[in-house]
């Protein structure tokens, strides 16, 4: 089993619509969870980091948290063309981990006009 | 804020060649880098783990006389992939974090890659 596993889709989404990525992870001892966009060819930028049960807005990213389930999403509402991507889920392991991080294998994400 | 510059962006040498990559926190001080390198429609594979003033950690698999990493200082890592061949071609990409407290919860923030191509 994978410490953390995305659907790497990929996931097409018609432009307007909502895309829903998913993230789950092994690690039961894990805190800190990000979601990185990757352009094709570009190193990953930060999209949205979340240390707490629940939901984090951001613009139109919203990051939705449930460690009893250990289950991470990424819902980007209003979906646009310029968010075709690969997104990765990244997981800081239980422990000290010094901020190492542990990622997915991405989610290809396409909207089309 | 949290700025990290990686230069080279694309090199291009022959077999044989050692290549150093810089890593530098352009904003911050990085207490920890990471450098990691990653294959054509492949995830991020973490190389090693830096931390200003002391040896690298290496992750199972790496070769470290192969890939010798320093960080001199809080601002700075640099990668040298030494005696370059062409599978050693590959994107290389440095990340830092930043000091002081809670490191564990803070993200990486990456560099934009050096494209290594080895002929």
């Known amino acids: 089993q994978k410490e953390v596993e995305q659907n790497s889709g990929p996931l097409s989404v018609p432009e307007g619509a909502i895309a829903s990525l998913n993230c789950t992870y092994s690690d039961r001892g894990s805190q800190s969870f990000f979601w990185y966009r990757q352009y094709s060819g570009k190193s990953p930028e930060l999209i949205m980091s979340?240390?707490?049960?629940g939901d984090k807005e951001d613009g139109r990213f919203t990051a939705q948290l449930n460690k009893a389930s250990q289950y991470v999403s990424l819902l980007i509402r209003d979906s646009q063309p310029s968010d075709s991507a690969t997104y990765l889920c990244?997981?800081?392991?239980?422990?000290?981990?010094?901020?190492?991080?542990?990622f997915g294998q991405g989610t290809i994400l396409t909207v089309h006009p | 804020g949290a700025v990290v510059s990686q230069h080279p962006s694309r090199v291009i040498c022959k077999s044989g060649t050692s290549v150093k990559i810089e890593c530098r926190s352009l904003d911050f001080q990085a207490t920890t880098m990471f450098w990691y390198r990653q294959f054509p429609k492949q995830s991020l594979m973490l190389m090693a783990t830096s931390n200003e003033g002391s040896k690298a950690t290496y992750e199972q698999g790496v070769e470290k006389d192969k890939f010798l990493i320093n960080h001199a200082s809080l601002t700075l890592s640099t990668l040298t992939v030494t005696s370059a061949h062409p599978e050693d071609s590959s994107f290389y990409i440095c990340?830092?974090?930043?000091?002081?407290?809670?490191?564990?919860?803070?993200?990486?923030?990456f560099g934009d890659g050096t494209r290594l191509s080895i002929l």
């Open positions: 979340i240390y707490s049960n």
């Open positions: 990340s830092a974090t930043g000091t002081g407290q809670g490191v564990d919860n803070q993200p990486q923030h």
């Open positions: 990244a997981v800081t392991p239980g422990g000290t981990s010094y901020g190492k991080l542990t």
